[in-house]
């Protein structure tokens, strides 16, 4: 667990199942807006600066004592900070979808889309792929990028829909979910046609990590029930069962 206390100077790291703070690092004015672990050793956090936003690299050390690190990176209304590996990490500026690599410092554009507004980020670190959500026209448009080993990128829409949420790979990557507005909406396979789950008024889902569920959980209320409640939805068979 972290915990940012930007008025006293430090962040702190305290252990979930003690509930005991297991390190302090000191933090003077960083006012940490937002953080990924790299590695079990390795935080990269986000505050805002004097000139915009910059991002702070903190390791552990072989005796335990956490190091901060400044990147010298200074960025502008930065969102959708996500860990992509021990040593890499990327966010969502004017500038589209950037990464930078913190052993060598460079800094690379994955995804600049012309005339479109990124809105949500969400990456899978095996085997490298992205669920990128942008605003066009209107209307949202949800894309589907892969880093590939030899430094190229494959790039190619996945959906158009009138409002895109939370979007996230399911069963086995194979099939996606997202919310446009209050309705669950399910593509199980590249085969199967999008159901929407219009009897329910769905709050917030989730899915197994990785992307590899085939059952998805969430809140809200269907429309034959007089209270909100946990719901199951089986994938397979689009059967919904109450959980809670």
Request: glycine share 8%; aromatic share 10%.
């Amino acid at each position: 667990v972290f915990n940012s206390t930007s008025s006293s100077g430090y962040l702190s790291i305290w252990r979930c199942d003690s509930g005991i703070e297991s390190a302090r690092i000191d933090a003077p004015g960083w006012n940490v807006s937002d953080m990924a672990w790299l590695s079990p050793k390795a935080i990269v956090c986000r505050g805002r600066v004097q000139d915009g936003e910059g991002f702070h690299l903190i390791q552990k050390e072989p005796n335990g004592q956490w190091t901060p690190w400044d990147l010298n990176l200074v960025v502008s209304n930065s969102t959708c900070l996500a860990a992509l590996s021990g040593d890499a990490f990327a966010w969502v500026d004017a500038q589209g979808l950037r990464a930078m690599n913190v052993t060598s410092r460079s800094v690379a554009t994955l995804f600049k889309p012309k005339g479109k507004q990124i809105t949500e980020v969400g990456y899978y670190q095996n085997p490298g792929q992205f669920m990128v959500t942008c605003k066009e026209s209107g209307a949202y448009k949800l894309w589907y990028l892969w880093l590939n080993a030899n430094g190229s990128n494959d790039l190619r829409p996945l959906v158009l829909d009138k409002h895109i949420r939370s979007a996230q790979w399911i069963n086995d990557r194979k099939g996606y979910v997202y919310l446009n507005q209050g309705t669950l909406v399910v593509k199980a396979s590249p085969t199967d046609k999008p159901i929407r789950l219009a009897h329910a008024s769905v709050e917030r889902f989730v899915t197994a990590p990785n992307g590899r569920g085939r059952q998805i959980f969430f809140t809200g209320r269907m429309s034959k029930e007089p209270r909100a409640g946990l719901w199951r939805d089986d994938v397979a068979t689009q059967s919904v069962t109450n959980v809670v």
